[in-house]
């Protein structure tokens, strides 16, 4: 039997109670214990997570490269640029964290190697959040680390009792997931409590259930990209929310279960098949034909 093992809300409150840790900590000692292996050793391998999650964002934002389906490849750079170089509505965290979550994605659109976090499709909200956070705050890179762990944290409970598959539960199991998971980390960052975090998590899952999956063209590019860049918006107004003191209604654990079974209701045509939402849009139809011409004549 694990000392730190859990599987719900309910589970992360007792044990970082009983223990005084934060979910990181619990997160990472699992992990360990999990693993048959030292504390040391895990910390390395989510590092070196990390380090992969710095390399799409800054190779994301430089790239003027289409991604192979040619739907996206270009939003990073600019949003990047518009972020740096004049005064955007939302501040400096959350333009630099809607331009990383782009450049993540796009990488991931152009068949780099990234970081699922939890999905590959939904792998641009957590690193951007936790990127921006840690420049505009001039966090430590440990404690951007910490984050990491954190957002491991939440994504377990949601993979545990639901799912993190876009063909599973639609879009609010990739996207939503990840933005809880990044609203729970960016909390604990700023020096939220335990309560703080699972509050944020609830918030930003809360706002996204129903979310479809409808990928044009099956191809993770659109609306993809643009919906992790706004799963970003939707972590960081979470966590400012739980910051404050707001509490989420409904707890976590039952966020989670409605998620649950909202994707079991959501009909097929809204779960990756390609068949429905924007990707049964006319346009969106028009982008398969050429696409499937281009497959077809080896261009
Ligand atoms: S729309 Fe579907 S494929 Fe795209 S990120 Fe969301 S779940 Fe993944």
Do not use: W
Request: glycine content about 8%; overall charge negative; charged content about 20%.
């Amino acid at each position: 039997m694990y000392q730190y093992q859990y599987a719900s809300q309910k589970d992360i409150e007792r044990i970082t109670s009983e223990r005084q840790i934060r979910i990181s900590e619990l997160a990472l000692l699992h992990e360990a214990e999990r693993q048959e292996t030292d504390i040391n050793a895990v910390y390395a391998q989510m590092r070196a997570s990390y380090d992969v999650m710095k390399t799409n964002i800054m190779a994301g934002i430089e790239s003027k490269e289409p991604s192979i389906g040619g739907l996206i490849g270009q939003n990073a750079s600019k949003m990047y640029e518009y972020a740096v170089s004049q005064n955007p509505l939302g501040g400096g965290l959350l333009s630099r964290a809607i331009a990383y979550a782009l450049a993540v994605t796009e990488e991931n659109a152009r068949m780099k190697r990234i970081t699922a976090c939890p999905t590959a499709g939904a792998c641009g909200v957590v690193p951007g959040c936790l990127f921006a956070a840690c420049e505009q705050r001039r966090f430590d890179e440990s404690i951007v680390i910490s984050g990491l762990f954190n957002a491991s944290a939440i994504g377990i409970v949601i993979a545990e009792n639901a799912t993190i598959s876009g063909a599973e539960g639609g879009c609010q199991a990739e996207v939503g997931a990840a933005s809880a998971m990044a609203a729970s980390a960016l909390t604990e960052m700023m020096g939220g409590s335990v309560s703080a975090c699972l509050n944020a998590a609830a918030i930003a899952l809360k706002n996204v259930l129903g979310l479809v999956c409808d990928p044009v063209a099956g191809l993770v590019e659109v609306p993809c990209s643009k919906r992790n860049a706004m799963g970003a918006a939707n972590a960081v107004a979470a966590a400012d929310m739980a910051l404050c003191g707001i509490t989420s209604v409904i707890p976590l654990d039952e966020v989670v279960k409605a998620m649950k079974d909202v994707g079991r209701a959501l009909p097929y045509e809204l779960k990756e098949t390609a068949k429905g939402g924007v990707a049964a849009s006319t346009t969106a139809k028009e982008i398969r034909r050429k696409i499937a011409k281009l497959d077809i004549s080896g261009n």
